[in-house]
């Protein structure tokens, strides 16, 4: 999976940004170069979350993949 350009705090910056009243969500997502379309799915994924919450999502979605990863390299089961 892409490595995402912003941290985890950035993102949560951007997101309170985006939904200041004298802001808009095109008018952020340009300002940062990034599509509307990302930004909804921040704004999915994190709103509401704390930083250190934000941050413990990232880490257990690291050791999910890396599990799925493990679990697709074993060899097939044999049947009864």
């Not at 941290?7 to 808009?24: G, K, M, N």
């Not at 934000?54 to 799925?68: D, F, H, Y």
């Not at 697709?72 to 044999?78: H, K």
């Amino acid at each position: 999976m892409r490595q995402s350009r912003f941290t985890v705090e950035e993102i949560i910056r951007i997101i309170a940004e985006s939904e200041l009243p004298t802001s808009s969500i095109a008018g952020t997502a340009r300002k940062y170069g990034i599509k509307e379309a990302t930004l909804y799915r921040w704004r999915a994924k994190y709103r509401g979350l704390g930083k250190s919450e934000a941050k413990r999502l990232k880490v257990l979605e690291e050791e999910n993949r890396q599990l799925k990863r493990l679990v697709a390299g074993l060899p097939p089961r044999s049947g009864r």
